[in-house]
C-alpha cells in the first residue's frame, strides 16, 4: 500500500515539474523514503480487514525543493484519514 503511495507522489512530481517547464517529466529516483506499516486487524484464516476510513481520500503533496533545466526535486508526503502514510524525496528528470 505505501509503495503504491509513493507511486502516487511521482507522478505528482513529474507532472508538476513537467507543466511548470512545459516539457515533460518522470520520476527518475527516491531518497530517504518512510513508509508506515498497515495496521488491520487479522481476521480467522489468516485474510486482513482494514475498517473504511469517514474520508477514503488520498491526500499527496508534493513540494519542489530545489531544480535546473534538467532535474528537479521535490519532498513529498502522502496522507490517509489524518494519517502520514509516506514521505520522502524525489529526483524528476525532464525531457528535453
Known amino acids: 500500500m505505501a509503495g503504491t503511495a509513493i507511486e502516487y507522489a511521482a ?5 508538476h515539474g513537467g507543466l ?3 516539457a515533460s ?3 527518475a529516483s527516491r531518497r ?3 513508509r508506515a ?8 484464516g489468516g485474510s486482513t480487514t482494514c475498517p473504511a476510513a469517514e474520508n477514503d481520500a488520498l491526500r499527496i503533496v508534493a513540494e519542489r525543493q530545489a531544480g535546473d533545466a534538467g532535474r528537479l526535486l521535490y519532498a513529498f508526503r502522502v496522507e490517509h484519514a489524518g494519517r502520514e502514510i509516506a514521505s520522502g524525496r524525489l529526483a524528476v528528470v525532464l525531457d528535453a
Open 11 to 15: 507522478q505528482a512530481a513529474a507532472l
Open 37 to 44: 506499516r498497515a495496521r488491520c486487524a487479522s481476521a480467522p
Open 32 to 34: 530517504a523514503t518512510w
Open 25 to 27: 517529466g518522470r520520476a
Open 20 to 22: 511548470m517547464a512545459q
